[in-house]
């Protein structure tokens, strides 16, 4: 377990019991089944809210003053645009607008009692720790559901994909290497989950340094999905990670960062075809402007915005699926919205650059703001990269020291 980060023992009374380890793998576990259907809610939602329960009765563990402020705050403007919607927003209908008031209420309230609960007992890194065990795991389900496919009906794997996938839907084994998406509906998003965990292994401000062996196995899990916009922020966030780690003053920089580099070479040898199908075909064809999804995505996600209101939008859960929040934050919210939305993501750049820079650029790759998806990246991003105090700076800064 210490393996995995590389910090040395903590002092007395961090370190996690039998039921902190519990509690902190099903608040990272249940997040994976955020693709899983069940009714009219995700697994994910519905896991919370037993979670939620325990963490207060067996931890006492409630929401801390200086977060319910903070909270309140979009809380509040939410009610206010929806209250201005309901006046001045014919087409607004108060039924949706609720649902997406109790939903983002909902998940603001619960991201509120897992950050108070992982920081009151200095469970970061622990808490890190079971994260990337867990998509370890998820990433070994996706390779093993792809070597079940070829098995041609030798080794299940529907069950996998019972609230998933079970809609006629495969991937082609006709190419050369089927697409991996482990228990998610798309590979997309299993691309989505896996770079959340490996932006936060190398850009988090508590320094914590995850075992390079790990973040070269997320990396090949993202690589396997052959997602163009998952590999597309992989690269990102590896070109970040390089570029931290030159010192400028003295032109060095840490050369074992060659060592995904040529194992990337590697995987483009062994899987040739299928990159060049996914990856540089489609670059060509978006640099000729023919790429249809890439066209939805600068342009069709743009079309439900209320050109009548443009300064409110059409309401919270107004707006069918689209491509990205930005689309979803001026469609819903109007040209406010999307000032606030653009304004804390510059906010986060200015306080952890490459984490700012990340959270954009997953906002662009995948909408849905009200999805457990997107509140499993806010509250890693709060936590790794925003919640930092001078205290804690101090305590992890003197563990450090010991290694």
């Given at each position: 377990?210490?393996?995995?980060?590389?910090?040395?023992?903590?002092?007395?009374?961090?370190?996690p019991?039998?039921?902190d380890?519990?509690?902190?793998?099903?608040?990272?576990?249940i997040?994976?089944?955020?693709?899983?259907?069940?009714?009219?809610?995700?697994?994910?939602?519905?896991?919370?809210?037993?979670?939620?329960?325990?963490?207060?009765?067996?931890?006492?563990s409630?929401?801390k003053?200086?977060y319910?402020?903070?909270?309140?705050?979009?809380?509040?403007?939410?009610?206010?645009?929806?209250?201005l919607?309901?006046?001045f927003?014919?087409?607004?209908?108060?039924?949706?607008?609720?649902?997406?008031?109790?939903?983002?209420?909902?998940?603001?309230?619960?991201l509120g009692?897992?950050l108070?609960?992982?920081?009151?007992?200095?469970?970061?890194?622990?808490?890190?720790?079971?994260?990337?065990?867990?998509a370890?795991?998820?990433?070994?389900?996706?390779?093993?559901?792809?070597?079940a496919?070829?098995?041609?009906?030798?080794?299940p794997?529907?069950?996998?994909?019972?609230f998933?996938?079970l809609?006629?839907?495969?991937?082609?084994?006709?190419?050369?290497?089927?697409?991996?998406?482990?228990?998610?509906?798309?590979?997309?998003?299993?691309?989505?989950?896996?770079?959340?965990?490996?932006a936060?292994?190398?850009?988090?401000?508590?320094?914590f340094?995850?075992?390079?062996?790990y973040?070269?196995?997320?990396?090949?899990?993202?690589?396997?999905?052959?997602?163009y916009s998952?590999?597309?922020i992989?690269?990102?966030?590896?070109?970040m990670?390089f570029?931290?780690?030159?010192?400028?003053?003295?032109?060095?920089?840490?050369?074992?960062?060659?060592?995904?580099?040529?194992?990337?070479v590697?995987?483009?040898?062994?899987?040739?075809?299928?990159?060049?199908?996914?990856?540089?075909?489609r670059t060509?064809?978006?640099?000729q402007?023919?790429?249809?999804?890439?066209n939805e995505?600068?342009?069709?996600?743009?079309?439900?915005?209320?050109?009548?209101?443009?300064?409110?939008?059409?309401?919270?859960?107004?707006?069918?699926?689209?491509?990205?929040?930005?689309a979803?934050?001026?469609?819903?919210?109007?040209?406010?919205?999307l000032?606030?939305?653009?304004?804390?993501?510059?906010?986060l750049?200015s306080v952890?650059?490459?984490?700012?820079?990340?959270?954009?650029?997953?906002n662009?790759?995948?909408?849905?703001?009200?999805?457990?998806?997107?509140?499993?990246?806010?509250?890693?991003?709060?936590?790794?990269?925003?919640?930092?105090?001078?205290?804690?700076?101090?305590?992890?800064?003197?563990?450090?020291?010991?290694?």
């Amino acid at each position: 377990m210490n393996k995995l980060v590389k910090l040395s023992s903590v002092k007395k009374g961090t370190v996690p019991d039998n039921i902190d380890s519990f509690l902190l793998i099903l608040i990272a576990g249940i997040f994976v089944f955020s693709d899983w259907i069940i009714g009219a809610f995700s697994l994910t939602e519905l896991l919370i809210v037993p979670t939620v329960v325990l963490i207060l009765l067996i931890k006492n563990s409630y929401i801390k003053p200086s977060y319910i402020k903070w909270m309140s705050i979009p809380i509040v403007l939410l009610l206010l645009h929806s209250f201005l919607s309901m006046n001045f927003n014919e087409n607004f209908d108060f039924k949706i607008g609720l649902y997406g008031i109790i939903k983002f209420t909902f998940y603001i309230i619960v991201l509120g009692i897992f950050l108070t609960y992982i920081r009151k007992y200095k469970l970061e890194k622990e808490f890190l720790l079971w994260n990337n065990k867990i998509a370890i795991i998820i990433g070994l389900i996706g390779i093993y559901i792809t070597i079940a496919i070829y098995s041609d009906g030798l080794l299940p794997y529907e069950f996998f994909w019972k609230f998933t996938r079970l809609d006629g839907y495969l991937f082609s084994t006709d190419t050369f290497y089927v697409r991996t998406l482990s228990i998610f509906y798309e590979p997309a998003h299993m691309g989505y989950y896996i770079n959340t965990i490996l932006a936060v292994n190398f850009f988090n401000k508590f320094n914590f340094k995850v075992n390079y062996f790990y973040n070269l196995l997320l990396a090949f899990f993202v690589v396997t999905t052959f997602s163009y916009s998952a590999i597309a922020i992989l690269i990102l966030i590896l070109i970040m990670a390089f570029i931290s780690k030159i010192d400028f003053k003295k032109i060095q920089f840490d050369w074992k960062l060659l060592i995904p580099i040529f194992i990337l070479v590697i995987i483009y040898f062994v899987f040739q075809e299928t990159i060049h199908t996914t990856i540089i075909d489609r670059t060509i064809l978006i640099l000729q402007g023919k790429e249809p999804s890439v066209n939805e995505r600068l342009k069709d996600s743009w079309k439900y915005v209320n050109e009548n209101n443009i300064w409110l939008g059409n309401g919270i859960g107004h707006t069918p699926v689209v491509w990205h929040n930005y689309a979803y934050m001026i469609s819903e919210f109007g040209s406010v919205g999307l000032i606030l939305f653009a304004g804390v993501s510059l906010a986060l750049v200015s306080v952890n650059f490459p984490l700012g820079i990340f959270f954009i650029a997953m906002n662009f790759s995948k909408g849905g703001y009200l999805s457990p998806a997107f509140w499993f990246l806010v509250m890693m991003i709060i936590l790794y990269g925003i919640l930092f105090d001078k205290q804690t700076f101090n305590r992890f800064k003197n563990d450090l020291s010991k290694t």
